[in-house]
């Protein structure tokens, strides 16, 4: 098994952690704050899944030497803002272990996707990517879930199969790392607009439609950006987005059904008290649209109620007038 | 607008007559049941939707020469298992009218698709299939809903399109006769699967991972069999796919339930007390997979739980130790 090395220690970053030392796996986390790792290396405990005891045999330090040294393979797990900027520290360290972004999201100033960002950042590094339906506290409990790993490079792919695969975990292996990663990035727009329509009490029919329309727009604009449509409907696209939407617990749509009410985006963003993917990502979206040249009504019709006052009832019988069309 | 002729008065055939009828066109409907017949002309109402008042100006017989005389198209809305029987007995009335099939399923005898059925009783008769995520009750209370109208003649689509689209309802165009009809006909399978995962407790991680692989499964059967990759995650396929899914009325999750729980298939059968299409969904994917030669981890491992005496558990731990696999 594999000796690894986890950059990050949030619930996703400790449920990884948690998963791949019960597989056999040596594994070292790295934590920002020095309180965090406190809690992980005496208490064995992480705020964020207070059911879970983390295993003995995982350690935790505040040092990107003391993480890195001798690990097989990297993994990723920091917020996306700050992806770049902490490359940029443990950089120093890397020897030729593969880095895999386990994070999602766009980096908002430059719309590039995290895996670019860190193939500028570490031109000489094999950078992976891993997404899916995820919820961190099933993985601890061994919940069976399923997850795609996403490389141009076939033998990081095997060893990341190597070090999760077990009974619980199944990986799926694809080489369009775009598209692993833009599904996952992109998804929250969809999970925040069936946020919009549960809270306009819109039934099931309308909430169907949503998705799967709402997946032909993201996918549309992945192709174009150079993915494969096929991915976006697999488990880090069609897959991650069903656990979004399903997940009453989703900040997205939480803020979508906000939004539903009828608050301002002023008035969401005091009330949800921290950042809202979704909404950063229609921005980018939006902007990505207007860049490639492609049709996205979803989002565009989002995009007006956010920001050009329109009503969301309006919204949806603008989407439901729009010419006909074939699928 | 249109005269509309809608053979079978259940649910979905008064729904489809219901919002017709409001966007302004003559419908008739045709009934098997004298009763039935009676309910819709003198009480306005359908037993199956309790909260409905039938508009006035749909008329109900129990004639097929009354229903078609006049009619600019059919929708056929009867149980898939007497669409050829009843085919039979209007086919003396039809004169050149497309027949659009509004029913879901197979013909079990012959694993024939409804609208190859329709076309191998009716070889002059333009054929088209209309489905999509739709509980009945939404569509009569003017729900937002999206449909699909397959068919081979665009005009005939362009016709559905014209005296179904309103604010309210929105017709989207397909050629994939194929696709569209086999999207509705096998999802139950996935649908009957997540509630026997419900049952044991599975999580969201699960289910996301569950649906998105058995839709990969179902479109790679109906790719061999002719139909189009992309239809299957349009709305026919995934849509419907998730309405069923979010539905705790369905029949089939219900019998997937019951199977979880541990119950034979002939106490599901008596406890469910009705036809469970998707029981009838498995056995004909799995014949088809043999026929065609394709891989169905998902559809093997539920057909051997009905049939083969695995347990649900140990069907989980063969689904999830699979070979390696790209996505």
Redesign the interface.
Known sequence: MKQVAIIGSGSWGIALATHLAKNGNTVKVWSYLEEEKEAIQTQRRCIQLPNLHIPESITCSNSFEEVLEGSDIVLHVTPSKVLRSTIRQYKPFLKEQPVVICSKGLENETLTTLSEVAKQELPNQKIGVFS????AE??C?G????I?MGAEDNAVI?DV?EMF???????????DVKGVELGGALKNIIAFCSGIAAEMN????????L???G??EISKLGEKMGAK???F???SG???L??TC??EHSRNRKAGKLVGKGLSLEEVRKEVGMTIESIDNIEAAYKLAKQYGIEMPIVNAVYDVLYNGLKPEEA??M????D????
Do not use: C, W
């Open positions: 899916g339906p995820s919820h099933e993985v409990m919940v069976p879930t399923a795609v095997a199969q695969m077990n009974s619980k975990m199944r990986v799926y292996a694809s080489n819109m039934g099931d029919n309308t909430f169907a439609a998705i799967t329309r997946l032909v449509k096929e991915t409907y697999g488990l069609l897959g991650d069903i656990v399903l997940s949806v019988t989407l439901m007038t729009r006909k069309k074939f699928e």
